[in-house]
């Protein structure tokens, strides 16, 4: 089964955009929190978005794309529901985390900074997750699994995909057993 995102960004502003600037007032000084919402809604700032932002604000265009790629925590690409991120820190490393890393981009299909087809994963190296007594350290969504090695990602992988397999059918309305 292929996931899809229930939310996605036109071309053009939606009322969503529109709910999100008027949340914050549409006042240029909450550009950061507008761009946090976005995200966290869209999962990405789309170029519609961001030049919504700018008129309904007065806020500059190229302001608002300095603040999109300056922090981390923003994307202008669409990432995936579950972010996978690989701590790559220097404890992390000794441990392996490379090998770990390659071993999520075959079993996702995808490389570091890209987001599986189906929109549900996103692969990300991490620079430290403060974790060190742990590595070396990968974080699925909100979990935290110390200890891991290449030889466990793909069945990592596989009972993350059953997980979110089986909350996708029990937000559809299906039987999550």
């Not at 202008?76 to 820190?89: A, I, K, Q």
């Not at 071993?103 to 403060?130: I, K, N, W």
Request: hydrophobic share 40%; aromatic share 6%.
């Amino acid at each position: 089964m292929t996931l899809v995102p229930t939310t996605t960004l036109p071309d053009t502003p939606t009322p969503a955009v529109d709910a999100i600037i008027d949340r914050w007032g549409a006042n240029a000084e909450f550009a950061v929190e507008m761009l946090q919402d976005l995200q966290a809604e869209f999962r990405y700032l789309a170029r519609p978005a961001l030049e919504r932002i700018a008129e309904r604000t007065d806020a500059d265009l190229g302001r608002l794309y300095q603040i999109a790629t300056f922090f981390k925590a923003f994307s202008l690409t669409p990432r995936g529901r579950v972010p996978v991120r690989v701590c790559t820190g220097p404890a992390c490393h000794a441990k392996g985390s490379a090998r770990v890393l390659e071993a999520f981009t075959r079993h996702l299909g995808v490389q570091p900074g890209e987001t599986t087809s189906d929109m549900q994963y996103s692969l990300e190296g991490a620079r430290c997750v403060g974790c060190c007594g742990l590595a070396a350290v990968v974080t699925i969504g909100d979990d935290v699994l110390g200890g891991t090695d290449s030889s466990k990602v793909g069945k990592l992988v596989r009972r993350y995909r059953k997980i979110h397999a089986a909350a996708a059918r029990g937000a559809a309305g299906g039987d999550v057993r």
